[in-house]
Every structure is written in structure tokens, then in C-alpha cells.
């Protein structure tokens, strides 16, 4: 049986391929890229597919992989986890986290599928299509903020990484403080063993 695995096919066939409380990778892109952007699942061919001399279908793509590695570093990060299937049908088995640590996210999230052997190899025929923990998707989609302006804080992180970076690093230290305190209060409310007069060793 032949697949069609050209890149963005798959956003045009049937969405519904069933795994049990997962959806396909083609399905949980679609659902972050019409969240973030309104691009529906069937534009995403027609953006890849235009002449790039277009700028606004080269924003488009930006947009959009940007997205494939927003993605794809929740995936390697663990936060949601991910699963393969054999093209086809077959077992489902976990895809491990560090199968996420590539460099071109844009070109898995095109077929949403991987070669299992070659999984870091970007142009090797694809044999497992990928599938997402529902659930965890789920949660995570759903507490993403909407885009819109960025506040006075975030546009200077953002034109001053030395800044973002400072902040950062103050951040880690105060919650490495914060332990400490947590665990020294801990130790100083522990209750002593109550003595009573007459009662206890001599």
C-alpha cells in the first residue's frame, strides 16, 4: 500500500486517523496554527505552495515555523508527551524526547510523520506517523496566551536579551531562596516531644 507523503498532503486527506486519546500531528499543528494565526488546515498546502517571491505568503511561512518549533519544544522538553505508529496501523510506541531534538521541525510537522531509523534525517522516507497525548494537548493549547501587543517588559527582553537574561537568572536565584526558606521554617516549626512533670525519664 502507497502513501502520499508529500510535504502538506496530508493537511488536505481525511483528519480523522484514530489512536486511542491521541491526535495525529497533523491534526494538533493545525489546531496551534489556526489558534495563533486563523490559518485553517487546508491553507497550510497553498502557503508553502506559493511563489516565494510573494512577501506576504513569506510571512506566512515564518509564522508558521515558528510554530512547528514552538511546538516541537514542548515535545522535546516533555511537557507533551509524543507516540509513533507504522504507516498503515500497527503497535503504537512512545517517541522519545531527545527523537525532538532536530533542527528543522518545519519538515516533520509537514508529513507529521518521521523515518524511525533515520529519525533525524528530514528527507528520509518517512515510515511511522506521529501521534500526540491528547489530554496534554489539550491543556496546553488551552492555557497558551492569545497573541497580541507585547507589554513594556516584554519589548525590552526582547530588544535587550541582556536584560531578559538578568531577569532570568534573578528569577532562579529567588526561587533557590525561596526552597531554602521553605525548608528552614519547615525545620524550626517541627514540635519538640512535650516533657511533663513526673512524667517521662528520670
Known amino acids: 500500500m502507497e502513501f502520499n507523503m508529500v510535504p502538506w498532503a496530508q493537511y488536505l486527506a481525511d483528519p480523522w486517523l484514530v489512536s486511542h486519546s491521541k491526535y495525529s500531528l497533523i491534526s494538533a499543528f493545525s489546531d496551534l496554527v489556526r489558534v495563533q494565526h486563523g490559518f485553517e488546515r487546508h491553507e ?12 506576504e505568503n ?9 510554530d512547528a ?56 522516507a518517512p515510515t511511522h506517523r506521529i501521534f500526540v497525548d491528547a489530554p496534554a494537548f489539550d491543556e496546553w493549547l488551552a492555557g497558551l496566551k492569545p497573541l497580541g501587543l507585547l507589554s513594556n517588559r516584554e519589548l525590552e527582553e526582547a530588544l535587550n536579551p541582556q536584560v531578559r537574561a538578568a531577569r532570568a537568572v534573578a528569577a532562579r536565584r529567588l ?12 525545620e524550626r516549626t517541627t514540635p519538640l516531644p512535650l516533657q511533663l512533670d513526673g512524667l517521662g525519664p528520670g
Open 44 to 55: 497550510l498546502p497553498e502557503i508553502f505552495a506559493a511563489d516565494h517571491a510573494e512577501g
Open 175 to 186: 526561587g533557590e531562596i525561596s526552597d531554602k526558606s521553605s525548608t528552614c521554617h519547615s
Open 69 to 124: 518549533a514552538f511546538l516541537a519544544r514542548q515535545f522535546a522538553f516533555g511537557r507533551i508527551a509524543t507516540f509513533v505508529r507504522p504507516l498503515g496501523g500497527g503497535e503504537v510506541v512512545v517517541l522519545k524526547q531527545t527523537f525532538w531534538e532536530i533542527d528543522d521541525a518545519l519538515a516533520r510537522m509537514a508529513t507529521g510523520a518521521l523515518n524511525l531509523e533515520r529519525w533525524a534525517d528530514p528527507d528520509a
Open 58 to 66: 513569506d510571512a506566512c511561512r515564518h509564522l508558521v515555523a515558528l
